[in-house]
């Protein structure tokens, strides 16, 4: 839906997730063909996703996890409060509204 929301307004398409912009963050792909190629890698391992089914949910999320935490950096989101506080709110609120609006699986809940 996003995608198509972008095409309408002349935006521009979107499609991945935090763990998928860290790995690419860390490979330093210098143009979107790495997309593609993270795609063609999740298809390729997909038939061997069985092996992962024995391993706890919390074990999973913690790889995520990982791969997301170097993505974070609050240092210039507590500078911006020196600079703009109406830019400081702004910034602060999207990060806060990313974290809480997140989409979750159908009976999770947020659990702080």
Known sequence: ??????AAVGGMPCGGSFSRSSMDRMSGPRTRWSGA???LAVLAFLPFAAVLRPLPLAVLGTIVIIAVVGLLRFHPLFRLWRLSLPQAVIAWSTFFATVLLAPRPPGSTLRC
């Open 37 to 39: 190629f993270a795609g």
């Open 1 to 6: 839906m996003p995608n198509r929301a972008a």
